[in-house]
Every structure is written in C-alpha cells, then in structure tokens.
Nanobody, 125 residues
Framework: QVQLVESGGGLVQAGGSLRLSCAASGRTYTSYGMGWFRQPPGKQREFVAA????????YYADSVKGRITISRDNAKNTVCLQMNSLKPDDTAVYYC??????????????????WGQGTQVTVSS
C-alpha cells in the first residue's frame, strides 16, 4: 500500500508563507500524480491543487490560484505545496493524496486511492 508522509504544517501570521511536503513510498507505481485537499474547521474537505507525474500538468482551486503552487520536489514521488500570502480562510487540515486513476477529474476526491493523515495549517489574523 502507498504510504504518504506530510510535513510543513504549522502556525503562521496572515500574509506569511508555508511550504508543505508530501512524500509517497511503497507501491508508488500505482500512482499517477498527487493532490492536495484541505478541510477547514466545520467544513467539508475541498480541493486545493493537483499534479500529474506525466507531463507535470497542474490544477488549482480558484481560491488559491496565484498564491499556492504545487510542484515536484527533488525526491521522487514527492510534491510540495508552496503557500504564500496566506489568509485566515486558508486555515485547515491539509491532506495529500496519491492518484490511483490516470483518468477522470483530478479536482475531485474520486480517483485518489491513498491519503495521508493530514497536517494542520493555522493562519492567524
């Protein structure tokens, strides 16, 4: 089974930056990409960004476009989420997920077969 390890969460002031990392190990040959989702307090989990391994195609939620960038790290099967100009509304538990289906909409949870435990990001005003 694919194992995901997330890091980089923490507390930051509004306008600050954080960099989240997610490393996948195990049966990673089944992964076609990585995605980031987040769940704000009291709300449903929502899409943030995604990256296809093949071709490097990226997808972003409109709410984070221009402030958040998903990219491959130097290590294999590792993605980073660079978050700048953070807002209190960005406060959430951030989850990384490994894409198990090459086809379909990378913006929805369906198609992501493996999930990390999540890392807390808190943005204070």
């Amino acid at each position: 089974q694919v194992q995901l390890v997330e890091s980089g969460g923490g507390l930051v002031q509004a306008g600050g930056s954080l960099r989240l990392s997610c490393a996948a190990s195990g049966r990673t040959y089944t992964s076609y990409g990585m995605g980031w989702f987040r769940q704000p307090p009291g709300k449903q989990r929502e899409f943030v960004a995604a990256l296809r391994w093949s071709g490097g195609t990226t997808y972003y939620a409109d709410s984070v476009k221009g402030r958040i960038t998903i990219s491959r790290d130097n290590a294999k099967n590792t993605v980073c989420l660079q978050m700048n100009s953070l807002k209190p509304d960005d406060t959430a538990v951030y989850y990384c997920a490994a894409r198990s289906n090459y086809y379909g909409d990378y913006r929805i949870e369906s198609g992501y077969g493996y999930w990390g435990q999540g890392t807390q990001v808190t943005v204070s005003s």
